[in-house]
């Protein structure tokens, strides 16, 4: 039995969703051709962009396609900053997150920071990776109004799958004019999402996290927000963003989004059950912690284990046929110590000892039942192994 449990790295695709990738791939026009194939691409795309809009709560102008969530990120922070510095010259200009964003996030700023256009003003997380509200009231107070040119915070981390404060995080921001962008790549699906309800400036989400294709996504910017600079200059076919657009991609994003946001709440109900039991099942055993809020994803569990690699585990659950992830499942194939477990205070033999589990549409009693059966002897192995120079 093959047991997928990394959804959160991506989620295979419903069958639905690629009956309709496939029928859109047929379509030959540019959507920006005068010509009907032109025409009809053009409406392919619209009618998508306004299915994204409708869950995110915007305008469908408001929605951007772009390749995926790294670009959406970037294309936001780069912006924002380069937006920021030619509207005040000469001036310092800080950049608001924690360490515990994702290296999307994390690796644009230091970026920037190298490259001498911002300067990083890094809030601290708690032991759950939970922005801390107080310490952002007054990092954004110890610099000067006006110089921080937009706050980034993950809706939900990536790996231990807490669900950050984001009214409250926005209200601070406010009350400082910090613009806010939400990194919504993880969440979206999971949790109601507004941009306009959560008064935040942008957001940036994928299609492939949520069962569509991988190289789809969005940035979506308030008509309301300060202004960003383009990184991609071209022929201008979308605000801040230009080359051909994707029409099949932009229909399959739509479609995956609508699979997942009309899954009964019975469906829901019955993942979050069986992300409970393999919390229970996991968090019995000796030397093995859960870590995350318990106001998580709820399709979210981690872990870190005492005297064990999460790494030497990942690679025994893959000889039972398991697939799971370390959590830094986007560092090029290479398992990494956890960033975010460090950033989490809890230790570089912690970080090294994360595993993640993500479950999705398609998991099963059987398939939670299974891992739990294995888990124990993989976890003895996973000791003895030691941990890999
Ligand atoms: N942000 C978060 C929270 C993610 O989990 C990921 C991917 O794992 C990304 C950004 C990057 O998204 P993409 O793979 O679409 O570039």
């Known amino acids: 039995m093959v047991i997928y449990l990394d959804y959160a790295a991506t989620s295979p695709m419903p069958a639905d969703v690629q009956a309709e990738y496939a029928q859109a791939l047929h379509l030959v026009g540019n959507p920006s051709s005068i010509h009907q194939a032109g025409q009809q691409a053009r409406n392919l ?6 299915v994204i809009a409708g869950y995110v ?3 469908p102008m408001e929605v951007s396609f772009t390749s995926g969530g790294t670009e959406s990120i970037n294309t936001w922070i780069k912006g924002r900053v380069f937006a920021h510095r030619k509207a005040r010259p000469g001036e310092d200009v800080f950049i608001a997150l924690t360490r515990a964003e994702h290296h999307a996030s994390l690796d644009a700023v230091e970026w920037l920071d190298a490259s001498g256009f911002a300067t990083p003003l890094w809030i601290d997380v708690d032991s759950d990776a939970v922005m801390d509200l107080a310490h952002l009231d007054a990092q954004l ?3 000067p109004a006006g110089s921080v040119a937009g706050l980034t915070t993950l809706v939900a981390n990536n790996e231990v ?3 950050q404060p984001l009214s409250e995080i926005a209200a601070i921001a406010r009350e400082h004019s910090v613009p806010v962008h939400l990194d919504a790549v993880q969440g979206f699906g999971s949790i109601p999402l507004s941009l306009s309800e959560l008064g935040v400036d ?5 299609a492939h996290k949520l069962g569509g294709p991988v190289g789809v996504g969005a940035l979506v910017v308030s008509r309301a927000a300060s202004p ?4 991609i200059h071209g022929g201008g076919q979308q605000v801040s963003r230009s080359g051909t657009l994707d029409a099949a991609g932009a229909v399959a994003f739509s479609h995956a989004a609508m699979s997942t946001f009309e899954r009964s709440p019975s469906e829901r109900e019955q993942r979050r059950g069986l992300r409970d039991a393999l919390i229970d099942g996991l968090g019995v055993l000796e030397g093995v912690s859960v870590r995350g809020s318990s106001n998580r994803l709820d399709n979210n569990v981690h872990i870190t284990m005492e005297g064990a690699s999460g790494e030497v585990a990942l690679y025994l659950l893959d000889a039972e046929g398991i697939y799971v992830s370390t959590g830094s499942a986007c560092q090029a194939g290479v398992a990494e110590s956890s960033h975010v477990v460090s950033a989490m205070g809890l230790g570089d033999q912690a970080a090294r000892s994360a595993l993640r589990f993500t479950l999705g549409y398609a998991t099963t009693q059987a398939e939670i039942t299974r891992v739990l059966e294995v888990f124990p002897s993989v976890l003895e192995r996973a000791r003895v192994a030691g941990y890999p120079s």
Do not use: C, P, T, Y
């Not at 942008?202 to 994928?206: E, F």
């Not at 960003?228 to 990184?231: A, E, G, I, M, Q």
């Open 45 to 50: 795309i619209e009618n998508a962009r306004a």
């Open 202 to 206: 942008a957001m940036s989400i994928s």
């Open 57 to 59: 709560g915007v305008e």
């Open 161 to 163: 799958g807490s669900l």
């Open 141 to 143: 107070s110890a610099v």
């Open 228 to 231: 960003l600079d383009s990184l």
